[in-house]
């Protein structure tokens, strides 16, 4: 049973272009998190929150954005698409934070395509 | 940094056969280990985690043991079956305030009739 929900599901578009990811989760969890999904399936973490505030944000180029209103959504917008952007964008969220069990529950993922 | 290596790319098999998919890692902090599964187009879903030595853990007739010594935690199952069919990932949670999840390459696992 689905408990992160993406929006949109996919998504084509044009090099320079703005694009924008929701995700939202009913678990009740503290922690929520981007990855990224490569062609050959590479996942990669890109953002994690904590309770709306930024813990992890690895090496991703400044277009990317994350936006948390409250501990059960985090956004995330790319200011200007790049063709290497292509990717499917995972949701993820996990109960607990610092020193944790880790696992995590994921959405069913965003996949963008730029032409 | 934290690391998780997955030396199988692709693990070809008949259904019936047993399997074993490599998994080792690097870490400087006490390590939680994970499989997760992923079905062609369905997101990633935890399948076994671990974080006591030497201790079996099983999950759908899969199992896997987290051995710290050899800092290896490799998943196993003694009869496949045509639905396990999938991309198998190892992941490894830093117990530290960071609470980052680090995955491996992914193996896929193809079994044949």
């Known amino acids: 049973e689905t408990a992160v929900f993406q929006t949109p599901n996919y998504h084509v578009t044009q090099v320079g272009n703005e694009v924008s990811f929701n995700c939202k989760q009913t678990?009740?969890?503290?922690?929520m998190y981007w990855y990224k999904q490569d062609s050959k399936k590479l996942l990669k973490i890109m953002f994690s929150?904590?309770?709306?505030?930024?813990?992890v944000n690895e090496t991703v180029p400044r277009r990317f954005s994350p936006q948390s209103s409250d501990k059960a959504h985090l956004n995330l917008r790319i200011k200007s698409v790049e063709p290497e952007d292509s990717a499917v964008y995972l949701c993820?969220?996990?109960?607990?934070?610092?020193?944790?069990?880790?696992?995590?529950?994921f959405g069913e993922g965003s996949k963008l395509t730029v032409l | 940094g934290d690391s998780v290596t997955q030396t199988e790319g692709l693990v070809t098999l008949t259904k019936g056969l047993p399997v074993m998919l490599n998994c080792t890692y690097q870490?400087?902090?006490?390590?939680?280990l994970f499989w997760y599964v992923q079905h062609l187009n369905e997101a990633p879903k935890l399948l076994l985690k671990?974080?006591?030595?030497?201790k079996r853990t099983e999950h759908q007739g899969f199992y896997a043991t987290l051995h710290k010594s050899s800092s290896s935690f490799h998943l196993q199952k003694s009869s496949v079956q045509l639905s396990d069919s999938a991309l198998y990932f190892c992941?490894?949670?830093?117990?530290?305030?960071?609470?980052?999840?680090?995955f491996g390459t992914g193996t896929r696992l193809q079994v044949s009739p």
């Open positions: 671990s974080s006591t030595d030497n």
């Open positions: 870490t400087t902090y006490s390590p939680f």
């Open positions: 929150y904590n309770n709306k505030q930024l813990i």
């Open positions: 993820a969220s996990s109960p607990h934070w610092g020193g944790s069990t880790g696992q995590l529950y």
């Open positions: 678990l009740g969890h503290d922690t």
């Open positions: 992941a490894l949670s830093e117990a530290s305030n960071t609470d980052k999840v680090v």
